[in-house]
């Protein structure tokens, strides 16, 4: 008998704790997470509960795709499908190839399998281009071959030898700094002078979050939270209460160029801090000639539109939250906030051009232009493809000015 009783109390005692462990799983459901970068910040899923339109917005923007994991059914059906390999030479070639666990860059010397790496990471939002990276214990590493959006093919990754397999360059806390919203990393000595970075895997947040541009805001949510009559923002910096250089170094975190040498991780940057106070003056030399690559700020300082006006930003043109990409007539509108037609300061080309103005403003101040730093190498070419951008150094450009015109007298003599 008192065999029975003693498995019954087993058993129930084994039940309730079943029990307890399911509940406390549905409660924990319901109660927000905490966030690996501490106390200070929201679990970042909490916004959506009073910023619903904002926040389903922002989800389809360049920002909030910077970085993600890559799952196996991940890649666009066009990169998947596309009969991918990128030929060095007659021995030589990539092929990107679908398995059970993923997707992998398989290397292949003279028909023979010498190296597979799985995609896991992946950088950029495919805009333009997506590059990705592996894990190999706490240490991750770039894969040799990147997606070309506009050539809509596999490409040699930015700086990589264009006749050798590469497998070996190291991703830096750099990159997730400014594609990302949080990773721990830690510096390791390797022997010598050198040190190589290490990540913690379950302490990555991919992709660019809420609080990465407005800062910690858990007392924000709590507040609201208690205080829902409250529609005052409280313990949050309001944009408009920023200085004009506090806005620009609000983008400039990640738009500023990187020749700049960091002295504290960015991702201590809050708004309302002072940018140059991250970097090392020593190595903030002035650069003349500055990149169209992720240097926006600097090719804006150099328009005669941001020295003469008091009040351009970032935003006076771009909107935070919107995909707006391609929209080049919206953004001509912007021009035309401060240089009206009816305005000595219009455009002087405006009686050539006739309506066709309205609408091509950037296409001739602001041409795409091909990056310094960063081009593709096609497969089995020996051209390199460029890297066009958008420069910010709204100016006059003879060269591009005659392709415009060019262009509209097709288009005209066409009808
Ligand atoms: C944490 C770093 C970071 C901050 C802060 C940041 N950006 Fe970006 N931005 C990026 C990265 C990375 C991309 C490339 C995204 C991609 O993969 O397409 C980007 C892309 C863009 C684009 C291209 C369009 C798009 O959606 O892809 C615009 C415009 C832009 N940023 C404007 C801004 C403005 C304006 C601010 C300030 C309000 C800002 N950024 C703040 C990192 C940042
Ligand atoms: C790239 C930086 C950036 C990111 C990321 C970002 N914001 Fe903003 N946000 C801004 C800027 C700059 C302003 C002020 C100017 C404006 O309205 O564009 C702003 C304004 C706001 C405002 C007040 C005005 C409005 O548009 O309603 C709210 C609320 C807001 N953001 C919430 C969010 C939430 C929620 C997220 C995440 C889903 C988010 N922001 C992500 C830069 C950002
Ligand atoms: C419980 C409700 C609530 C939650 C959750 C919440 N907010 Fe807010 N937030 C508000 C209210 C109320 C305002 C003031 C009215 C407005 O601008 O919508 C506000 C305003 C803001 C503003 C604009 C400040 C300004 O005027 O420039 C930003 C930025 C912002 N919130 C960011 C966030 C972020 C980021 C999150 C998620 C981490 C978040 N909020 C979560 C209630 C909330
Ligand atoms: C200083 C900030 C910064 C750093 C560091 C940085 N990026 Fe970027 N990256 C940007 C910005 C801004 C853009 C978008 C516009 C541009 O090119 O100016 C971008 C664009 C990209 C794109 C194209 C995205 C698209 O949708 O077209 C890829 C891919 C990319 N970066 C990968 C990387 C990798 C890999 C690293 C590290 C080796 C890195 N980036 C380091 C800021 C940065
Ligand atoms: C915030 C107001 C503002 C906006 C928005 C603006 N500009 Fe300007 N722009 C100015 C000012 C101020 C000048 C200096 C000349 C003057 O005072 O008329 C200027 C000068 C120029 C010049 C002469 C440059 C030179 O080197 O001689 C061009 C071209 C120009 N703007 C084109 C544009 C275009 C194209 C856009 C939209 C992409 C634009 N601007 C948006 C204020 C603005
Ligand atoms: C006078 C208007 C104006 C201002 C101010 C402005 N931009 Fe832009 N930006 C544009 C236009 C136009 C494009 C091209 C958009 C397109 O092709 O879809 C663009 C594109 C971009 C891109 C994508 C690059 C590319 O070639 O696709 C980034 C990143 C960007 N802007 C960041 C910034 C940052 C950061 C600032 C502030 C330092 C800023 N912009 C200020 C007008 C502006
Ligand atoms: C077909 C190319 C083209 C287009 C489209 C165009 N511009 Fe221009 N713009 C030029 C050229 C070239 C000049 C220099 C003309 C000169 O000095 O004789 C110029 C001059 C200017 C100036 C300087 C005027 C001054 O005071 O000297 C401004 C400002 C300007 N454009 C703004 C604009 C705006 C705003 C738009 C759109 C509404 C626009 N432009 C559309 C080619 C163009």
């Given at each position: 008998m008192?065999?029975?009783?003693?498995?019954?109390?087993?058993?129930?005692?084994?039940?309730?704790?079943?029990?307890?462990?399911?509940?406390?799983?549905?409660?924990?459901?319901?109660?927000?997470?905490?966030?690996?970068?501490?106390?200070?910040?929201?679990?970042?899923?909490?916004?959506?509960?009073?910023?619903?339109?904002?926040?389903?917005?922002?989800?389809?923007?360049?920002?909030y795709?910077?970085?993600?994991?890559?799952?196996?059914?991940?890649?666009?059906?066009?990169?998947?499908?596309?009969?991918?390999?990128?030929?060095?030479?007659?021995?030589?070639?990539i092929?990107?190839?679908?398995?059970?666990?993923?997707?992998?860059?398989?290397?292949?010397?003279?028909?023979?399998?010498?190296?597979?790496e799985?995609?896991?990471?992946?950088?950029?939002?495919?805009?333009?281009?997506?590059?990705?990276?592996?894990?190999?214990?706490?240490?991750?590493?770039?894969?040799?071959?990147?997606?070309?959006?506009?050539?809509?093919?596999?490409?040699?990754?930015?700086?990589?030898?264009?006749?050798?397999?590469?497998?070996?360059?190291?991703?830096?806390?750099?990159?997730?700094?400014?594609?990302?919203?949080?990773?721990?990393?830690?510096?390791?000595?390797?022997?010598?002078?050198?040190?190589?970075?290490?990540?913690?895997?379950?302490?990555?947040?991919?992709?660019?979050?809420?609080?990465?541009?407005?800062?910690?805001?858990?007392?924000?949510?709590?507040?609201?939270?208690?205080?829902?009559?409250?529609?005052?923002?409280?313990?949050?910096?309001?944009?408009?209460?920023?200085?004009?250089?506090?806005?620009?170094?609000?983008?400039?975190?990640?738009?500023?160029?990187?020749?700049?040498?960091?002295e504290?991780?960015?991702?201590?940057?809050?708004?309302g801090?002072?940018?140059?106070?991250?970097?090392?003056?020593?190595?903030?030399?002035?650069?003349?000639?500055?990149?169209?690559h992720?240097?926006?700020?600097?090719?804006?300082?150099?328009?005669?539109?941001?020295?003469?006006?008091?009040?351009?930003?970032?935003?006076?043109?771009?909107?935070?939250?919107?995909?707006?990409?391609?929209?080049?007539?919206?953004?001509?509108?912007?021009?035309?906030?401060?240089?009206?037609?009816?305005?000595?300061?219009?455009?002087?080309?405006a009686?050539?051009?006739?309506?066709?103005?309205?609408?091509?403003?950037?296409?001739?101040?602001?041409?795409?232009?091909?990056?310094?730093?960063?081009?593709?190498?096609?497969?089995?070419?020996?051209?390199?493809?460029?890297?066009?951008?958008?420069?910010?150094?709204?100016?006059?450009?003879?060269?591009?000015?005659?392709?415009?015109?060019?262009?509209?007298?097709?288009?005209?003599?066409?009808?």
């Amino acid at each position: 008998m008192k065999g029975k009783s003693g498995k019954l109390f087993i058993f129930s005692s084994i039940l309730t704790f079943l029990l307890a462990m399911f509940f406390s799983q549905c409660i924990d459901k319901d109660k927000p997470k905490a966030d690996i970068r501490g106390t200070a910040y929201a679990d970042p899923a909490t916004c959506i509960k009073c910023h619903k339109e904002v926040y389903t917005n922002y989800n389809q923007t360049g920002h909030y795709h910077a970085s993600q994991p890559v799952a196996a059914n991940h890649l666009q059906a066009g990169i998947a499908a596309t009969d991918s390999q990128f030929v060095f030479n007659d021995s030589v070639k990539i092929k990107v190839e679908k398995r059970k666990s993923g997707l992998y860059q398989v290397a292949y010397f003279k028909g023979k399998k010498v190296r597979d790496e799985r995609f896991d990471i992946a950088f950029g939002s495919a805009e333009k281009a997506q590059t990705y990276a592996y894990w190999r214990g706490k240490k991750i590493y770039q894969l040799p071959l990147t997606y070309s959006t506009s050539a809509h093919n596999w490409v040699n990754s930015p700086g990589y030898p264009a006749n050798l397999v590469y497998y070996n360059r190291l991703v830096v806390g750099r990159c997730f700094e400014c594609h990302a919203s949080f990773a721990d990393r830690k510096f390791v000595a390797t022997g010598g002078l050198t040190v190589d970075e290490e990540f913690d895997k379950d302490a990555m947040l991919y992709g660019i979050d809420c609080q990465r541009c407005h800062g910690p805001a858990a007392n924000h949510v709590n507040y609201h939270t208690e205080n829902p009559g409250d529609k005052q923002p409280k313990f949050i910096k309001p944009y408009k209460s920023l200085t004009r250089q506090q806005k620009l170094d609000m983008c400039g975190v990640c738009h500023s160029g990187s020749d700049l040498k960091a002295e504290r991780s960015t991702f201590n940057f809050h708004p309302g801090d002072t940018l140059m106070n991250f970097f090392d003056p020593a190595f903030g030399a002035v650069n003349h000639d500055p990149d169209v690559h992720g240097n926006q700020t600097k090719l804006l300082a150099m328009s005669k539109c941001f020295a003469n006006s008091a009040t351009m930003t970032c935003t006076t043109c771009h909107s935070s939250h919107e995909k707006e990409t391609g929209n080049l007539v919206g953004y001509s509108q912007k021009c035309m906030t401060c240089h009206k037609a009816e305005d000595h300061n219009f455009c002087k080309m405006a009686p050539k051009l006739g309506d066709a103005i309205t609408t091509k403003c950037v296409d001739c101040h602001m041409p795409a232009l091909p990056s310094k730093v960063i081009s593709f190498k096609m497969t089995d070419a020996k051209e390199t493809s460029p890297y066009l951008l958008r420069t910010h150094r709204i100016a006059i450009y003879p060269e591009q000015t005659a392709g415009v015109l060019q262009m509209l007298k097709n288009n005209h003599n066409k009808r």
